[in-house]
T-cell receptor, first 115, second 110 residues
Framework: NAGVTQTPKFRVLKTGQSMTLLCAQD?????MYWYRQDPGMGLRLIHY???????AKGEVPDGYNVSRLKKQNFLLGLESAAPSQTSVYFC??????????????FGPGTRLTVL | GDSVTQMEGPVTLSEEAFLTINCTYT??????LFWYVQYPGEGLQLLLK?????DKGSNKGFEATYRKETTSFHLEKGSVQVSDSAVYFC?????????FGAGTRLTVKP
């Protein structure tokens, strides 16, 4: 099992450009999450999904969109990138069920720089 | 809303020293509590967890006890090693999301 993988690992964008980050998991997990990690702020939840075809907003959703067309994939889109979106992005998943009882499995991260 | 506060770093210790990283939380319900570790260039890995009051989580010599009366979940290790150098995150989980502390960078010197 590859676990949780993220594509790409690094990306540099210019302000106003768009891009999509891909998260894939091969563990048949129901729940998937997108976080951003900024210095001194820990991880903040952007969006999450509790199953194929569902998405919900997290703590910092503005400027991002997501889609979960297939159970194993969770896409994070930036329609018009801004320098404030420079960050490291992590995807995570859990098997399902009541979240308090499940650890999250994390991908290796995508480092995004917006100039 | 729910939140986690952990001691600011960085923390620098000598090998075999005792480690404590403080973590306190605010939650309206009864969250589960976690410690994650992040090694350079990698994602977060679960270190230990506790799902109810007075539970003790332990792994790799690290321990943390869920203290409801003090709303705390402090991480401890009796004797740190160079290989423990990493960033440690305290987190709580309630409802449908997880909240993380800011992270504490630990450096252990030989």
């Amino acid at each position: 099992n590859a676990g949780v993988t993220q594509t790409p690992k690094f990306r540099v964008l210019k302000t106003g450009q768009s891009m999509t980050l891909l998260c894939a998991q091969d563990m048949n997990h129901e729940y998937m999450y997108w976080y951003r990690q900024d210095p001194g702020m820990g991880l903040r939840l952007i969006h999450y999904s509790v199953g194929e075809g569902t998405t919900a907003k997290g703590e910092v959703p503005d400027g991002y969109n997501v889609s979960r067309l297939k159970k194993q994939n969770f896409l994070l889109g930036l329609e018009s990138a801004a320098p404030s979106q420079t960050s490291v992005y992590f995807c995570a998943s859990i098997p399902g069920g009541p979240i308090p009882y499940n650890e999250q499995f994390f991908g290796p991260g995508t480092r995004l720089t917006v100039l | 809303g729910d939140s986690v506060t952990q001691m600011e770093g960085p923390v620098t210790l000598s090998e075999e020293a005792f480690l404590t990283i403080n973590c306190t939380y605010t939650a309206t319900g009864y969250p589960s509590l976690f410690w994650y570790v992040q090694y350079p260039g990698e994602g977060l890995q679960l270190l230990l967890k506790a799902t109810k009051a007075d539970d003790k989580g332990s792994n790799k010599g690290f321990e943390a006890t869920y203290r409801k009366e003090t709303t705390s979940f402090h991480l401890e290790k009796g004797s740190v090693q160079v290989s423990d150098s990493a960033v440690y995150f305290c987190a709580l989980s309630a409802n449908n999301d997880m909240r993380f502390g800011a992270g504490t960078r630990l450096t252990v010197k030989p």
